[in-house]
Each structure stands twice: as structure tokens, then as C-alpha cells.
């Protein structure tokens, strides 16, 4: 995969296509595991529903010098089925259009943490290639949540022998608190992470976030941000 123009398997909220110059400088690495908390007594059936997407944070995420890109809300509902996994439906806004995205999370080692179902890992991509080239895991675990108003998400992409991971606030509403938000910085910045790393997003409509409902491709480029894009000069 060149360095030109390097389409990153960095977002599954979205399609990005994004050149390398917009990465940050160096990936931050993967911080241990004894750092990433885990929900207790995870109760999946209440936290199935629809979330959105209120903030970011990740090793792959860069709003410093150089970068020149918008971020665009998106929703994630989670459906839950007989076997315990999640069907997973993300909308996004994006070029005066919502962008729907379908995918299937099967449990994983522990209550609360779920992995990209293999399925889903082998299917055909728009690069005559498949997910599961390249990419060794891409894991979800939820950290905390009280399931009625917000949750944090931590998730991990290997790919190609680099590793991004990422923190997610979740609300079951457009707006959180600021002690909700200052709790997600600060859970940001446990795992190595700078303000530069950490973005919120603008609400949006509902209509905006409904109309004019299309799919989008599987690619590379799909797989760990938000859809972005470039702000023209």
C-alpha cells in the first residue's frame, strides 16, 4: 500500500479517504490492557438501541497542524440477536446524503467486548481485496455506560502489523453534559492521548441524519474514523 496518497483501513463510521500527511506525525501506541477498563455486569439487551455519535479519540485522529478536515455526526444502532451478537446499522451524514453501513459484532472474550464477525471480515471490498487481508482483529469493548444517556466505547484495528485503537462517547441524545465530556477527555488522555487526539462533534438533524438513505461500499478506507471531509481553501 503506497504512502502517496494512503487510503487507511481506519474507519468503519464512515468512508475517509485521507493522505498520509494528515496522520499524525507518529502513532501513539496501544496503551495496555490493565488501562482499559471494562463494564461489569454488562446487560446487552439494555444497551441495544440507537447511540450517537457525540465524541472521538485515537492514535489515528489528528486535528493539529496540517489537518484540514471536517468531522460529520453519525448514528449506531445496535440490534441484538438470539446468538448474543450485535447487528450493528451506522448513518452518517455526508455529502447532502445519509450513508448507511451494516455490520455484525460477535461476542468475545469477555461480557462487554465484541470482534467484527468473520463473515463480515471476508467479504469483497471496492479494491478487489478482501477486509480480512491485512487486518488481523478489530475489537469493541464497551468501559462504561449507564445505558440511558451515554456510554464509552474502546476500539481496536490491527492492520497490516500497525495497530489504531480508539475511544468512542456514545449518547442516547445529541447533547451530553460537560461532566460526561470532561469524564471521556480524561479517559482519552489515560491512554496516551493529546487534545489534539480528542474531537466532539456538532449536532445535526434528524432530518439531516434520515434523508435520502443509500449504503455505502466496503474499502480500505472504512474502517476506524469518522467520515471526513477536506475543507476547501
Known sequence: MGLGLLYLGLT??????????????????????????????????????????????????????????????????????????????????RDDECIQQNLKFVPYVKPGQFSLDNKTQGMTIAIHTTVSDGLDIYTISVTTTDYNQFAMMYAVVKFEN?????????????????????????????????DDNIIFFEPIGNYQLHRGVGKWRWTLSNMMLPHTREVEE
Open 12 to 93: 468503519l463510521l464512515g468512508t475517509l479517504h485521507i493522505q498520509a500527511k494528515y496522520i499524525p506525525p507518529a502513532l501513539i501506541p496501544e496503551p495496555p490492557l490493565c488501562k482499559i477498563p471494562l463494564h461489569p455486569n454488562f446487560q446487552d439487551d439494555q444497551f441495544q438501541g440507537k447511540w450517537f455519535g457525540i465524541g472521538i479519540a485515537g492514535n489515528a485522529i489528528w486535528k493539529g497542524k496540517g489537518s484540514s478536515y471536517e468531522y460529520s455526526m453519525y448514528s449506531d444502532t445496535y440490534e441484538l440477536e438470539d446468538d448474543q451478537s450485535y447487528n450493528v446499522t451506522t448513518i452518517i451524514y
Open 162 to 194: 500497525m495497530v489504531y485503537f480508539q475511544a468512542r462517547l456514545y449518547g442516547r441524545t445529541k447533547e451530553l453534559n460537560s461532566r460526561v465530556k470532561k469524564h471521556f477527555i480524561r479517559f482519552s488522555k489515560s491512554l496516551g492521548l493529546s
